[in-house]
């Protein structure tokens, strides 16, 4: 069992940056696949960013893909969302989520275990 919690959400201007953290319980988290969703209002969950458990394999949203860097400490059971230059349309309430497969996957059905989320506004 793994528990999430993400922070570093926040209101900011377009072209700022923010990073996000998502903590982890438990001691299999460094065996994980993680990942970074995103939920717009009115919108369908979306994935931004996942990293395996090595952070060997990492894929991005391709609209993303040249301002957001996903990384993980897994002595520190962290994991982390980078994000630069953001834009109004980046609005969203962002979700980490944990996979047990360990595949780096970009859709939400692979994953076991998601926390509740952060809640990030960017104003133009």
């Known amino acids: 069992q793994v528990q999430l919690a993400e922070t570093g959400g926040g209101l900011v201007q377009a072209g700022d940056s923010l990073r996000l953290s998502c903590a982890a319980s438990?001691?299999?988290?460094?065996?994980?696949?993680l990942g970074w969703f995103r939920q717009a209002p009115g919108k369908e969950r979306e994935a931004v960013a996942a990293?395996?458990?090595?952070?060997?394999?990492?894929y991005y949203k391709d609209s993303i893909k040249a301002r957001f860097t996903i990384s993980r400490d897994n002595a520190n059971n962290t994991g982390y969302l980078q994000m630069n230059s953001l834009k109004p349309e980046d609005t969203a309430v962002y979700y980490c989520?944990?996979?047990?497969?360990?595949?780096?996957?970009?859709?939400?059905?692979?994953?076991?275990?998601w926390g509740q989320g952060t809640q990030v506004t960017v104003s133009s």
């Open positions: 990293i395996n458990s090595r952070g060997i394999n990492i």
């Open positions: 989520a944990a996979s047990r497969k360990n595949i780096p996957s970009m859709k939400a059905s692979d994953y076991d275990y």
């Open positions: 438990g001691r299999t988290f460094s065996s994980y696949a």
